[in-house]
């Protein structure tokens, strides 16, 4: 089916783990790929999705190739000694906009800011001149206005945008109005990882439901050692990724918890984890004959590689979409793959729909 052109914002740990996992799975042809829904979705393999332009604002990537950037600190991943792709990209000036956080400032040195109406004419002659269909958003927690600059460049440049962070667009009724207006494909918002807090909190919690228990109050804390836990230490930059994984919980339950019955948050950030996640799940609720129940839940995960395959899928159900010439959200693939969709579904049906999908 040819090849997928795809640019990304956000240069960060996991634009790392996505790349450095497509370069692990080269070298080792005879391994199954884990964590994707399927080695061929639509005609297309891990190894049609190649990255052909790129954008950041630490001076550590920006103006240097993009295989050598992925390596540069703070960034965390190194399962893969070098990449032999993306040595001719080079990583080009995103505007800041929202800044880079109060506790991030002391890793991540942004290049000198210029006016952001110059740096958007270099960036839509970069995805013009690469030929990009496809943009990965990787953001950081709290990059509202950034999001809105890169999903206006989308719309102006007719690239499908996936949006793996929780500044609401696909699920944003005014933005994803423009994408279907445009007919430009949005997959949104915020990606879920392949076992991770979201979909373990979510699936326990309507078990729990399902099977008829009452619960009384869940809670989930997350603590972790790079860069995006980093970033959320900041608390004004938090609130939408609360509201994003509070709703994926919530949207499960028959009945909603009221707010102050229900906590989850990153809560905070142990350097020596690097990116290794810590999540702590507790559900308390009530059974038959009113009686006491509870479960708790420690799961550790590697982040990183917890989200890449999750974006693969997303990367490939856009594709497809652009090659069906649909626009607006691609909503089974939404539902599936992101924590915070236009249409929250339960996981069974989402998958089915996606399937669906899929076969056409
Ligand atoms: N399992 C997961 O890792 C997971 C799951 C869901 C969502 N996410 C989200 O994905 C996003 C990326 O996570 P990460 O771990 O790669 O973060 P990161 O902090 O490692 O990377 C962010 C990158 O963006 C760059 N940046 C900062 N401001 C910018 C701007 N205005 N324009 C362009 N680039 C800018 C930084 O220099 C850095 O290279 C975060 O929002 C995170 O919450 C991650």
Redesign the pocket.
Same mark, same amino acid.
Do not use: H
């Given at each position: 089916m040819g090849k997928i052109r795809c640019a990304v @914002? /956000? @240069? /960060?740990?996991? +634009?790392a783990g996505l790349v450095q996992g497509i370069e692990y799975y080269k070298q080792h042809q005879e391994q199954k790929v884990i964590g994707i829904m399927h080695e061929n979705m639509g005609g297309y393999s891990i190894h049609d999705i190649e990255f052909v332009a790129a +954008? &950041? @604002? $630490?001076s550590k *990537?920006v103006g240097i190739p993009l295989n050598k950037a992925v390596y540069a600190e !703070?960034?965390k991943v190194k399962w893969v000694e070098t990449l032999s792709t993306m040595d001719e990209i080079t990583v080009k000036q995103?505007?800041? =906009? &929202?800044g #880079?956080g109060t506790y @991030?400032e002391k890793v991540?040195t942004p290049v000198h800011e210029r006016p952001t109406e110059e740096l958007k004419k270099e960036i839509l002659h970069e995805l013009k001149e690469k030929k990009v269909e496809i943009l990965v958003s990787? =953001? !950081? #927690?709290g %990059?509202d206005k950034?999001t809105k600059f890169w999903a206006q460049v989308c719309l102006d440049t007719k690239i499908a945008f996936v949006n793996?962070?929780?500044s609401f667009i696909a699920s944003e009724p005014e933005w994803a109005k423009k994408f279907e207006e445009a007919q430009i494909p949005i997959i949104g918002d &915020?990606?879920k %990882?392949q076992v /991770?807090a979201t979909i373990v909190h979510r699936t326990l919690a309507r078990l729990c439901d399902m099977r008829g228990t009452k619960i009384d109050r869940t809670y989930q804390i997350n603590v972790g050692g790079?860069? $995006?836990f980093l970033?959320m230490k900041d608390q004004d930059r938090l609130q939408s *990724?609360k509201i994003s994984k509070t709703e994926a919980v919530q949207s499960q339950l028959s009945q909603r918890l009221p707010d102050d019955q229900i906590y989850v948050g990153p809560s905070d950030f142990i350097p020596f984890l690097s990116n290794t996640k810590l999540m702590f799940m507790r559900i308390e609720g009530h059974m038959w004959a009113n009686i006491p129940y509870n479960m708790e839940v420690r799961l550790e995960v590697d $982040? *990183?590689a917890? %989200?890449a395959g999750i974006v693969i899928d997303a990367v490939r159900a856009a594709k497809i979409s652009l090659d069906r010439k649909l626009g607006g959200p691609v909503w089974a693939a939404s539902a599936y793959l992101m *924590?915070h969709p236009p249409k929250q579904m339960t996981d069974n049906e989402a998958r089915e729909e996606l399937e669906k999908f899929i076969k056409g």
């Open positions: @914002v /956000g @240069v /960060g740990n996991c +634009f +954008f &950041d @604002v $630490d *990537k !703070p960034n995103s505007p800041q =906009l &929202d #880079v @991030v991540v990787y =953001l !950081p #927690v %990059s950034a793996c962070m929780p &915020d990606i %990882s /991770g790079n860069t $995006d970033t *990724k $982040d *990183k917890n %989200s *924590k």
